[in-house]
């Protein structure tokens, strides 16, 4: 294409900056592709979290200003007043600044290049995701058609990631199956705690996908294993805490912790209920060594077995942990 034209051009902008606001000649084989430099009458600043510029070579988020600017967005003041905001840097009165949420840095040269979306990339227990890696990863599954994920808090107000899946016609999804992939492809980290299966993503007039309008997992989502239901006392005592803390409607003899939303917080959240309502000293390591819930259960009686001085204590504890828990 580059061969058979005078000049191809790279043309960046929002509409609500009346669609060009930077522009870039692009050369064949000289590096990374960039949006380059704002047209005349604009300014780009690169910001961080608290409208500081961010540092040369930085990655910040891309505000642009000048004459291109919208009014705003029809009829919908809250949202005009949330991208367009008083320009921190003009004596001009009523200057305002439009955020793109798109993220850029500078190259050495002082174009700017593109390095993804603010709004997709989340910080989840100190490791930084970009959501848009995780998707990507998803849809080369051969029964995802579609995917989209999403940070979301648990009860204790940690986040985590949640996958909505839309699976190719007749297609029947195993959460298993699609762990293994992303496992090949993704650090642990980066792995979704929850698989949810939706007929079709829930759209915006414009035909994006709205992230706001999927729903919280309610606990019926997709899971690693056949539910298969925990027999004794004690198992059945296991997943009503598992159910609780994880928010997860029914937890199988076979199911694993981690594998269901768990991680080292909520882990905590488990050995403290143990504790308070059986005595049990347990760990979280104790979890992380036998999260699946069967051999936890047994992992707990063989420690009320070495807590206690008799089997007669071990069959108590197993007669009562329903009562007690």
């Known amino acids: 294409l580059i061969e058979c034209c005078d000049s191809v051009w790279n043309m960046y902008g929002p509409t609500e900056t009346t669609i060009w606001s930077c522009v870039a000649k692009l050369r064949y084989g000289s590096g990374p592709v960039t949006i380059g430099r704002p047209i005349a009458n604009t300014e780009v600043f690169l910001l961080d979290a608290k409208l500081n510029p961010v540092p040369l070579g930085s990655?910040?988020?891309?505000?642009?200003?000048?004459?291109?600017?919208?009014?705003?967005?029809?009829?919908?003041?809250?949202?005009?007043?949330?991208?367009?905001?008083?320009?921190?840097?003009?004596?001009?009165?009523?200057?305002?600044?439009?955020?793109?949420?798109?993220?850029?840095?500078?190259?050495?040269?002082?174009?700017?290049?593109?390095?993804?979306?603010?709004?997709?990339?989340?910080k989840i227990r100190g490791f930084r995701i970009e959501l848009g890696d995780v998707e990507s990863a998803l849809r080369q599954h051969a029964t995802i058609n579609e995917a989209v994920v999403v940070a979301r808090e648990d009860?204790?107000?940690?986040?985590?990631?949640?996958a909505y899946i839309v699976p190719q016609l007749e297609a029947v999804p195993i959460v298993g199956d699609i762990r293994n992939h992303l496992r090949q492809k993704l650090p642990e980290y980066m792995i979704p705690s929850a698989f949810v299966i939706l007929p079709k993503l829930p759209l915006t007039p414009n035909g994006k996908v709205d992230r706001k309008a999927l729903p919280a997992p309610d606990g019926n989502f997709l899971r690693e294993r056949t539910y298969v239901p925990p027999n004794t006392p004690v198992e059945k005592a296991i997943a009503q805490i598992w159910s609780e803390i994880l928010n997860v409607e029914e937890v199988g003899l076979h199911d694993n912790f981690f594998e269901l939303g768990g991680h080292s917080l909520l882990a905590m959240r488990v050995v403290a209920r143990l504790r308070e309502n059986l005595g049990l000293e347990l760990t979280i390591a104790s979890l992380f060594e036998s999260p699946r819930l069967s051999d936890f259960a047994l992992l707990l009686l063989n420690e009320a077995l070495?807590?206690?001085?008799?089997?007669?204590?071990?069959k108590g504890v197993d007669q009562v942990s329903v009562a007690a828990l």
């Open 59 to 122: 990655e910040g988020e891309l505000y642009i200003g000048g004459d291109g600017l919208a009014r705003g967005y029809w009829k919908q003041p809250e949202l005009t007043a949330e991208k367009f905001i008083a320009h921190p840097f003009s004596k001009v009165s009523g200057a305002r600044l439009y955020r793109t949420g798109d993220l850029a840095r500078y190259l050495p040269d002082g174009n700017l290049i593109c390095s993804g979306r603010a709004d997709y990339q989340v």
């Open 306 to 314: 070495e807590q206690n001085e008799t089997d007669e204590d071990v």
């Open 155 to 162: 009860s204790v107000g940690e986040k985590n990631l949640v």
